[in-house]
C-alpha cells in the first residue's frame, strides 16, 4: 500500500503501520540529510521475518521529516511516503523522494552515534543517558521499556535526533527529535565513547572496542583524542594502513600527541614503519611506509 501521509505534531515517533510486529525481524533506519534549521529526513524500513515477504525488500518503509519550528521545543513530523505490506517495496518510489527532499534542502551531513547495550560501567552513566543535551523537553521520553539506541546531531550540534529501541529485542523504533543546549554534548559523548573502546579492549572484547573506537571518531572527527584512540585500537587489531592514517589526522588535530605516540606501546606495530618515526619526530626507521 502507498501513502501519503499529512503534517502531524508528534514529540515522539512510531510511524503507524498495518504491518503486525509479529511479522517483522528487524529495522533499518538513516538520517538522509539535515537543513539549515533544526529538521532533519528519515528513512525508517522494516523487514520480515522467513515466511512473511522477501527477506531483502521491506515490508514498511517511511520516509519524511522532523522539524522543531523556530521558537518551539517540540516536533513536527511530515511523513512525505509510506509503503507497508507484503510486496509493497518500490525502490523508484522510494528513490524519489529521498532525491526530491535532498533538493528540498535536507542535504546537510549530521554526526552519528551507535549506542551500545552493554558498554563499560564506568561509561554507562554517559552513553546510556540523553542527560549531557540539556534539552528542554517535558514530553515525549520513551519509558523504561525503551533504551537509547542511536543518536543523529546536525551540522551545528544544536538539534538531535534521538533513537530508542525496545529494551526487549522488539523491531519497532521510536524517534524523538529535540534542541541541544549543550555545545559539548556531542564531544562529551565521543570522548566516552573514546573510554569505552579502552575499556572493552582491556577486557579482551574486541570487536566491541573497535566499533565504539569508531563510533568516537565518527562523532567527533574534530575531536583528538577520539582519532588517537581509534588509531591505538586499529593498530592493535591490524589494521596498520588506516590506523597510519587515523594517527595523523588525531596529531593534525594536537601537536602534543606527537610525543605521547612516540612512547605509547599501543603503537608498537607501527614503529618499524618510516612513515611513523616521520610523523611523530622520531629518527626515521628503515621500515616500509605501506603495509
Known sequence: ????????????????????????????????????????????????????????????????????????????????????????????????TEKDLGEAGWSRPGYAETVPENPAPETAPVLLSTSSLRSRLTRGWPGPGWRLAAVNFNPLSTCAVVVYARSSKGPRLRFLLTRVYDPDARRERARAHAEDARLLFEDGQTDAASAEAQTAADLAPDLPIARYENAAVMTLTGRIAPAMAELAAAIRLDASLRARARDDDDFEALRVRGDFQVLVGGKPGSGPSDP
Open 1 to 96: 500500500m502507498l501513502a501519503l501521509l499529512l503534517a502531524a505534531v508528534f514529540p515522539c515517533v512510531a510511524p503507524a503501520s498495518a504491518v503486525e510486529d509479529a511479522a517483522i525481524a528487524r529495522a533499518q533506519w538513516r538520517v538522509l540529510g539535515w537543513n539549515d534549521a533544526c529538521s532533519a529526513a528519515l528513512e525508517v524500513e522494516y523487514f520480515p521475518k522467513l515466511g512473511q515477504g522477501l527477506q531483502a525488500e521491506p515490508v514498511e518503509t517511511n520516509i519524511g521529516t522532523m522539524t522543531i519550528p523556530p521558537g518551539r521545543e517540540d516536533s513536527k513530523t511530515d511523513w512525505n511516503l509510506q509503503l507497508d505490506g507484503a510486496f509493497s517495496w518500490d525502490p523508484k518510489v522510494a528513490a524519489q
